[in-house]
């Protein structure tokens, strides 16, 4: 790992105290093209916000878990009660606290899960518990939606 990776870890280490340097990898550069509601709904070329000017599809414009879970109801996810990997679900996390919606993740088939943290870099994460505390408060939804069928050939 080149010396500056290292450098960026630690640095991700300092805001995210839960992260562990074997538990997670950075994925992308960082970019202030996209935020972590968009990268959970998988699109990478937007800033989804709640505030005027932004992109805020299926939700009234207000920062509570109750509008972020009717975004991405309106993007055919459903409530679940938990964040274990299912073969045919995609499935996303919101995290709160006490003020509204703080973040979301997607998880990966593998079970592992994908946050874009800000402005800064993409990561690939092991829990959902390591991005809790601080500014991301905790999971406060899990939801799923069927995964698109993989055409072959």
């Known amino acids: 790992m080149s010396g500056r990776r290292r ?7 300092r805001l995210f105290p839960r992260l562990r340097a074997g538990s997670f990898q950075i994925t992308s550069r960082p970019t202030p093209l996209y935020n972590c509601i968009a990268f959970a709904a998988g699109v990478v070329d937007e800033w ?14 207000n920062p ?7 975004l991405f109801a309106g993007l055919g996810f459903a409530v679940c009660d938990n964040d274990l990997p299912e073969t045919h679900w995609e499935k996303i996390a919101i995290y709160g606290d006490h003020a509204g919606y703080t973040h979301a993740a997607r998880q990966l088939e ?19 518990v390591d991005l809790t505390g ?7 939804q899990i939801m799923r939606r069927r995964r698109p069928v993989k055409s072959v050939g």
Do not use: C, F
């Open 48 to 61: 989804w916000e709640y505030r005027r000017g932004y992109t805020w599809p299926n939700a009234g414009r």
């Open 7 to 13: 450098t960026l870890k630690k640095h991700l280490m």
């Open 134 to 140: 601080g500014d991301y408060g905790d999971v406060k």
């Open 110 to 128: 593998s079970g592992r899960w994908l946050s874009k943290l800000g402005k800064l870099q993409d990561i690939e994460h092991k829990r959902l």
């Open 64 to 70: 509570s878990l109750d509008e972020a879970i009717e």
